[in-house]
Nanobody, 118 residues
Framework: QLQASGGGLVQAGGSLRLSCAASVRTFSNNAMKWFRQAPGKEREFVAG????????KYADSVKGRFTISRDNAKNTVYLQMSSLKPEDTAVYYC?????????????WGQGTQVTVSS
């Protein structure tokens, strides 16, 4: 129901755009979120966006560098990542849920690996 893509290897300071395609049922009327989990670390909420796209929330660690957006016509959510740092290295997951500003979710997708080299 949720398929993330766009990960890869990038040098520090570079950019990547992640995409997450969802089924109509999963995408409709739901907030969309991105999480990440680095090896040996707990899962971290990265960003959330409400259904209309008018409200967003970011983790302090990515604020000003990452931008979440969505295209409701394509049932797709994006995460534009800029000024990447080695500490951004993680598996990134997309999720869907009721509230864009919480770390709760109803649907969880397959992750995509992002590796930032120094």
């Amino acid at each position: 129901q949720l398929q993330a893509s766009g990960g890869g290897l990038v040098q520090a300071g570079g950019s990547l755009r992640l995409s997450c395609a969802a089924s109509v049922r999963t995408f409709s009327n739901n907030a969309m979120k991105w999480f990440r989990q680095a090896p040996g670390k707990e899962r971290e909420f990265v960003a959330g966006i409400n259904y209309s796209g008018g409200f967003t929330k970011y983790a302090d660690s990515v604020k000003g560098r990452f931008t979440i957006s969505r295209d409701n016509a394509k049932n797709t959510v994006y995460l534009q990542m800029s000024s990447l740092k080695p500490e951004d290295t993680a598996v990134y997951y997309c999720a869907a849920g009721r509230f864009y500003y919480t770390d709760t979710y109803d649907y969880w997708g397959q992750g995509t690996q992002v590796t930032v080299s120094s």
